[in-house]
Nanobody, 128 residues
Framework: QVQLVESGGGLVQAGGSLKLSCTASGRTLSTIKMAWFRQAPEKAREFVAAISMFGATRVYADSVKGRFTISRDNAKNTAYLQMNSLKVEDAAVYYC?????????????????????WGQGTQVTVSS
């Protein structure tokens, strides 16, 4: 069983930056495709970014493209989400997710139901 633990959330002013981390245990991270999703109050969980096992393929939601960067360090069993130029509308609980079967470059990678492993979430608050 894989356990994912997010960290790095917090309060930041609009225009600022945060870096989220997701550390895995129970399985070598290099065998898992990783993604970040977010969920704002009363909204559905939405895809943010995904990365293939060794980082060759990365996909982003249009809303974060050019501002957010997903990365991973398999030696540290950790995935990251660098968030720059944050906007008020980026505020949400951010979840990391993992799955060994999802194809990162496919439309199915945007669907949260495709992922077997989830962290508990970390809150990101952006003030205006």
């Amino acid at each position: 069983q894989v356990q994912l633990v997010e960290s790095g959330g917090g309060l930041v002013q609009a225009g600022g930056s945060l870096k989220l981390s997701c550390t895995a245990s129970g399985r070598t991270l290099s065998t898992i495709k990783m993604a970040w999703f977010r969920q704002a109050p009363e909204k559905a969980r939405e895809f943010v970014a995904a990365i293939s096992m060794f980082g060759a393929t990365r996909v982003y939601a249009d809303s974060v493209k050019g501002r957010f960067t997903i990365s991973r360090d398999n030696a540290k069993n950790t995935a990251y989400l660098q968030m720059n130029s944050l906007k008020v509308e980026d505020a949400a609980v951010y979840y990391c997710a993992g799955d060994s079967s999802v194809v990162v470059a496919s439309p199915r990678a945007l669907n949260p139901t495709e992922y077997d492993y989830w962290g508990q979430g970390t809150q990101v608050t952006v003030s205006s």
